[in-house]
């Protein structure tokens, strides 16, 4: 297995990583926000209280 950031052999102490710095940089990518899962918006996801005809929120 090689390192998910860098692609060089993982060290067992940093696994999957190879080194602290590539497990720090993905830390700072997901507090960065940078790892996101994409959503398909629905038509449902308005609250239960708003008419179905009202514009939806942004």
């Known amino acids: 297995m090689s390192c998910p ?5 993982t060290a ?4 999957p990583f190879c080194s602290r710095r590539c497990a720090d ?3 700072g990518r997901w ?6 899962i994409p959503v398909a918006a629905d038509e ?3 609250p239960a209280d708003m008419p ?6 942004n």
Not at 5 to 9: D, G, L, V
Not at 12 to 15: D, K, P
Not at 31 to 36: A, K, P, Q, R
Not at 52 to 57: E, F, H, K, L, N
């Open 31 to 36: 507090l960065n926000e940078s790892y996101t």
């Open 52 to 57: 179905s005809d009202a514009p939806r929120p």
């Open 5 to 9: 950031i860098c692609t060089k052999p």
């Open 25 to 27: 940089i993905d830390l």
């Open 12 to 15: 067992a102490a940093y696994r």
């Open 44 to 46: 449902d996801d308005r």
